[in-house]
């Protein structure tokens, strides 16, 4: 259904997922007490993480289940399927491991997950939408954070924190864990990996950062982004994983080709939430005052992909702005924010002018996100 046009007249659509759970009056048996209690709650799936297919004809997100039996007592999440209408909905992944944060390839036929499926930490998996074994994709000891596709589909980078060395392992099982607070930060690092198999079908992981750098940042939203070219990466980092450290958090390019770190800005305020442009020329970002506070007031920004100066937009109505991205033609942002007692979705020009209303002030928008067209919500 198509709620709203976006500035320009570029069209968004919103899709909705609905997990149906049976009525509340039907849900308690005989003998048990009527009405909401923490028994019932543990009957009813929850869903999660939500992506759309590019072009928006189909849904894919996460459904979790309670389960409590023997020595398990934990929510297991796996991925469903269903067109945008919701018709023709399945379960796509299985197991008693969860399978979670589900993202579309570019080109519709697969869906990438986390999953800890072969070890304690989760890791990449990729399985094709019209079924079949899922693949595993990495073998990392890190525990992946997150991850994105590259829009050519021939490669995903991801946020994983620094493994523990074999020393600190050997210390843990010997009961040598004690460490000293704000020491050896694990921090979290930027790594891509090749969906081409190498030699002996080995896929090559790299990591593309080192250092006091931090990637991902404290403050919500996501914190990196692909040019549309699949050449570059723009990420938020920050020198330690401490709260505190999001005053420092800043915004920079690599190059996949050399390698090359490239800081897109210089100043005392708190940068996040970089998106590319369409052309891949600009990069909107979220950016604090100065100095930076824990009120979190924050404006929305736009810098040149290779630096120099920014461009202020149109203040949002609570100040807190969670980047959604860029509209298909480039002429606006869109962003998530709290309006009264309500989360709502705007559109904010790039040309300055006043923020636009997406959605109504009577509806509470929860996890909005965007499909890789950018049309579709």
Known sequence: MTIRSWPRRTPVWFLGCLVCCGSLANSAEPGEPEGWTPELILRHKVVGEIAIAPGGARVAFSVSTAVMEDDKSEWISQIHVADADGANGRQLTRGDKSATSPEWSPDGTSIAFLSPRTGPKANLWRIRIDGGEAEQITDEKGGILSFLWAPDGRSIAFLMPDPKTDAEERAERERRDAFVVNENHKRARLYVVSLQPGENSVRGVRRLTAGEMHCGGQVGGRNYDWSPDSTRIVFTHQPTPLVDDWQKSDVSVVSLASGKITALLSTDAAESQPFFSPDGESVAFVCS?????????????????????????????????????????????????????????????????????????????????????????
């Not at 509209?327 to 709290?338: C, K, N, Q, W, Y």
């Not at 709502?344 to 929860?366: E, K, L």
């Open 289 to 377: 005052e100065i100095p930076p506070r824990w009120a979190f007031a924050s404006r929305l920004k736009i810098v040149r992909a290779d630096g120099g100066s920014t461009t202020t937009l149109a203040e949002s109505h609570d100040l807190k702005p969670a980047l959604l991205g860029w509209s298909a033609d480039g002429t606006s942002v869109l962003i998530s924010e709290t309006f009264g007692t309500v989360n709502r979705v705007w559109s904010i020009p790039v040309d300055g002018a006043a923020p636009v209303a997406v959605t109504s002030a009577g509806a509470m928008v929860s996890q909005p996100v965007l499909d890789s067209t950018r049309t579709r919500m």
